[in-house]
């Protein structure tokens, strides 16, 4: 029995032209080989499973062909077919994450110098080469500024931020870029039909979008769903191998959302339990979904379909449910979404932590939108007259009555002349009350002690028998409560006042 090939190892490309969402960078090399301009070193970087590894391939077989240079490899020489197998004496492949000491590139640094036994050029490809030591990266750094004429370098990395300047600056950067759900999508067709693998249309979007731009990783999934159907590959198939919800049970949960179905909610939240749906990627998924509603309101009509990259009765759906929420009620969805998101994330149980956001936005659609308020509390100014009577105006404090003998410029009074202050001596008073005690002693002036030649403190006053009618505790909380307009707002908003803030008084202007 012949040995299975994973269908993203048979269906790798072998030319530039095979390259699936690569053009731009394909036709640079291709112009950069045609034209003799080839780097000496290049640097490839972008996501994982875009092709970068499979570029770098490609680009040495289109240096060491025997027709070569040429940006059309034959595929039928020896180092064409020796390079895709890795078994070609001059191509070298390094894994960067298990060959990432310095004693490693200090080997590399004297292999190349000497001359390729065979080919046209050396070709050192190192994967993953952000996760070389700094001192790997140090003992390379002369060997990549001054390479011999025979040696190339490329390396692939996800992580070019990890990578010194010093070595960025030697290279040429190629960036790669994701792999669309179209592009991957047309990919999977082809590739089912060529394996006679007969699959629905929505279960090849499904898998594309759930590979997240990686062409290999869409590849591989379709490679593992064919096992899984006696028959034709549907949605329903690879959603249940890939332990995910589909769209529609998520577009069915959004609908419990914003239709206020706690119940709804509860039902599918006990649905993902059974399925073994990890609750952390259904909250992502379900931001993302909310996102796509809120853009779909925010560009034009016929744009829609083509930016959601959805199909046809799937975007349908969530531009149905957009109109129907609306802006608002969307901004609000997200705000509370990404506020709580590291609390579901990191959740030791997120089943009851999604659970409880989920029923939290069920109840916002409880909450009347701040237009409607100021709408409600629009007319009730009207009502009140429109001309704004009736709101609080700012209490200000009265001002401390002077005394007699400064005088009063407003009412014209003249000042009296002061009273003569009389001496200790003078004084023939006697202290005649008795003696407080406890908390009802009182603070008695130093020259009436020396007066009775004894401590003294007097008694208060004894209260009237006259009861007094009780006084507020916050006197402008209460005269502010009695205000109709202050009485509609709190029954509008059904709320309650907490402080009252005096507005700055306006400076007077000079000379008043």
Known sequence: MAEYVVIARKYRPATFEQLVGQEHIARTLQNAIKQGKVPHALLFSGPRGVGKTTTARIFAKALNCVKGPTPTPCCKCAPCLEIPEGNCIDVIEIDGASNNSVDDIRLLRENARYAPS?????????????????????????????????????????????????????????????????????????????????????ALAFIADKSSGSLRDAQSILDQARSIAAGRLTLKDVSRLLSVTDTAFLADFVDALIDSDPAGVIRGVENLFDQGVNFRSFFAELVAYFHKMLVSLSIPKGERLT?????????????????????????????????????????????????????????????????????????????????????????????????????????????????????????????????????????????????????????????????S????????????????????????????IEDIKRSPEKPKPPGT
């Open 118 to 202: 065979r080919d046209r050029y050396k070709i050192y490809i190192i994967d993953e080469v952000h996760m070389l030591t700094t001192q790997a990266f140090n003992a390379l750094l002369k060997t990549l500024e001054e390479p011999p004429a025979h040696v190339k370098f490329v390396f692939a990395t996800t992580a070019p931020e990890r990578i010194p300047a010093t070595i960025l600056s030697r290279c040429q950067r190629y960036i790669f870029r994701r792999i669309s759900r179209s592009e991957a999508v047309a990919n999977l067709k082809k590739i089912a039909e060529a394996e006679g693998i007969e699959v629905d249309d929505e």
């Open 307 to 467: 930016f959601l990259e959805l199909g046809a009765e799937e975007s349908q759906r969530l531009i149905e449910q957009a109109d129907r929420a609306g802006k608002n009620k969307l901004f609000t969805y997200l705000d509370k979404l990404l506020s709580i998101e590291s609390e579901v994330t990191k959740s030791a149980i997120p089943r009851v932590a999604f659970e409880v956001a989920a029923l939290g936005l069920c109840h916002l659609a409880d909450v009347a939108s701040v237009e409607t308020l100021l709408a409600k509390l629009s007319e009730v100014q009207k009502s009140a007259g429109g001309s704004g009577q009736g709101l609080l105006e700012p209490v200000r404090s009265p001002s401390p009555k002077r005394a007699s003998f400064l005088g009063n410029s407003q009412t014209g009074e003249k000042p009296t002349k002061m009273p003569t202050p009389r001496s200790a001596s003078q004084s023939t008073s006697r202290p005649h009350a008795p003696v407080a005690q406890g908390e009802d002693r009182r603070f008695v002036p130093p020259e009436h002690r020396e007066s009775a030649q004894r401590p003294v403190r007097t008694a208060p006053k004894p209260a009237s028998n006259a009861k």
């Open 469 to 496: 009618s009780p006084k507020p505790e916050n006197e402008a909380l209460y005269n502010a409560s009695n205000i109709p307009i202050v009485q509609e707002a709190l029954r509008l908003f059904d709320g309650v």
